[in-house]
């Protein structure tokens, strides 16, 4: 199913998951799955290369969800490092797959390693996929903007082209301040970009992660977050359960504000991601 098509019926569920690390065996991922769909979710996306995990791996676990979880599935594709020939490759993989839907990105630097140079936004991607399949694809943005983009205005701008490109939905960097995703739908709006924006949220399970992936992408940290933070770091316990309260906390508040879907990131954690949506289950009837 090209995921779309979900937004028209009602307000969308999706996981995200990570493949295993290179030395755990990538098959551990699949209980992983079994579990989360237990919350029913209307898709699950799978990272590309990100945190040293293995690339070649995202194409085999999203046709696992697909094929013998029996759920949507997209699969993440970073364009930095691809050339256009390895391009087209993983695209024909993918379709002989069965996978149909694909969230196009830039991918982030690494160091020491140079670019391939032919896709040098997300959109020139977005771009090169829509020409050489009939693939759904989906495109990140930023409610707090690119860390490398200097205002807003310019972000969104280049929002616009990449949507024009060919995303027909897109999914947020996680944030913890909804206002800052209100602030930003608005502006979208008003910039002409009318294309379904999943809101992403990411339980808060231990402090030193939190600081990890918020100095990585720029998120602001509001002042309640700050206290549960703070009160709980050396209660493992009581810090999942703060972080599980507050994730619903935002979640509910979206939902009541007519957002087009949660797009959960698990951390491949699904005590957690299951926790947070059985106690929101009833507010993604259609
Ligand atoms: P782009 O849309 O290309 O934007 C990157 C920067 O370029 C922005 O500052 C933008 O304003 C600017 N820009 C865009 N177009 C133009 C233009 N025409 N002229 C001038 N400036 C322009 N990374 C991975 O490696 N693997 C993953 O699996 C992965 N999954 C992700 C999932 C989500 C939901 C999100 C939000 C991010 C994910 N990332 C992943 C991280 C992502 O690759 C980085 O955030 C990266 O820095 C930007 O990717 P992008 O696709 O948003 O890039």
């Given amino acids: 199913m090209k995921l779309n098509e979900l937004f028209e019926k009602k307000t969308s569920l999706s996981f995200e998951v990570f493949p295993p690390k290179s030395d755990t065996p990538v098959e551990t991922i699949y209980d992983t799955i079994e579990a989360l769909g237990e919350a029913k979710p209307d898709f ?4 590309y290369g990100a945190g040293g995990s293995r690339s070649n791996a995202t194409i085999d676990i999203c046709a696992s969800i697909k094929q013998k979880h029996g759920i949507e599935a997209a699969a993440h594709l970073p364009g930095i490092y691809l050339t256009k020939a390895q391009a087209l490759e993983q695209i024909a993989q993918m379709k002989e797959r069965g996978i149909e839907n694909v969230l196009a990105l830039r991918g982030d630097r690494r160091e020491g390693e140079e670019p391939a140079g032919d896709f040098r936004y997300a959109s020139d991607l977005v771009s090169f996929i829509k020409e050489n399949s009939d ?3 989906i495109g990140a943005c930023y409610p707090e903007v690119h860390p490398e983009c200097a205002d807003i205005v310019s972000d969104i701008k280049n929002l ?8 027909s939905q897109l999914i ?3 944030f ?3 206002e800052t995703f209100y602030d930003f739908r ?3 709006a008003i910039a002409g970009i009318n294309v379904p924006i999943e809101a992403g949220i990411m339980p808060v399970v231990n402090k030193k992660q939190i600081l990890r992936m918020t100095t990585l992408c720029h998120a602001t940290l509001p002042k309640k977050f700050l206290t549960i933070m703070n009160k709980y770091e050396d209660d493992p316990i009581a810090m999942r359960d703060a972080g599980i309260a507050y994730a619903v906390s935002q979640i509910v508040d979206l939902i009541a504000n007519d957002v087009d879907g949660i797009h959960l ?5 699904p005590y957690i991601a299951n926790k947070i949506c059985s106690a929101v289950a ?5």
């Fill in 44 to 47: 699950i996306s799978v990272t």
């Fill in 135 to 137: 693939f759904n694809v």
């Fill in 160 to 167: 616009k082209t990449k949507v024009d490109a060919g995303c």
């Fill in 172 to 174: 947020t960097q996680l």
């Fill in 176 to 178: 913890f301040d909804n």
């Fill in 186 to 188: 608005e502006k979208t």
């Fill in 265 to 269: 990131y698990t951390m491949n954690n």
């Fill in 282 to 286: 009833s507010l993604f009837r259609s």
